[in-house]
């Protein structure tokens, strides 16, 4: 859905950019897609709508396309210690469990494997509910210490496009 209807929205806020100070971030599943390619899509869709990417501008970039590799999932069990802040009852150990080392390679889905652990220590018992999920893990991340690359990478350019903002202020 988000795919269809990205052109017109990105064209929709390349016209408010020319008297509202707008950035935009476009967050997609990876979903068994090729990585370089979806970003190549996403940073054309932009080029299409008159607006910049890092890839195309050094400086003052609009949009900033990032790629959940395999899911947003993967984000939650690249900080361990937020999930056992969020739901006490899961074993510290899980990050050390070979299965959870690398997050963004956990296979077999990182949603249902994430629903699976929780289930096993007794919560969700009806089935994950995502956006409870996110509510519980949230406020226990921390940003610096997570394991999960894609998590890294989004943090990361959130941080360059916030810096942009801010030498933009300056001048």
């Known amino acids: 859905m988000l795919m269809k209807e990205l052109p017109r929205r990105l064209k929709g806020y390349a016209v408010r950019m020319a008297w509202e100070d707008l950035k935009v971030v476009v967050l997609v599943d990876r979903d068994e897609e090729d990585c370089l ?6 940073d054309r869709y ?29 984000w939650y069990f690249g ?7 969020a739901y006490p009852r899961l074993p510290a150990s ?8 690398d ?16 289930r096993k220590s007794g919560y969700h018992k009806a089935g994950l ?25 989004f943090r990361d350019g959130l941080r360059r496009l916030a810096d942009e903002d801010r030498h933009a202020e300056k001048n």
């Open 37 to 42: 390619a979806l970003k190549s899509q996403l």
């Open 79 to 85: 900080d361990v210690p937020a999930l056992c802040r």
């Open 129 to 153: 509910r995502k956006l409870r999920a996110a509510l519980d893990i949230a406020p226990h991340m921390n940003v610096e210490s997570n394991r999960s690359r894609s998590f890294e990478v």
């Open 103 to 118: 997050p963004d390679a956990i296979s077999g889905g990182t949603w249902e494997m994430l629903e699976q652990v929780l």
């Open 46 to 74: 932009a080029a299409d709508a008159g607006l910049s990417t890092p890839n195309t501008a050094r400086r003052g970039f609009q949009v900033l396309n990032r790629i959940v590799v395999e899911e947003l999932e993967a």
């Open 94 to 101: 899980l990050g050390q469990q070979s299965r959870y080392r």
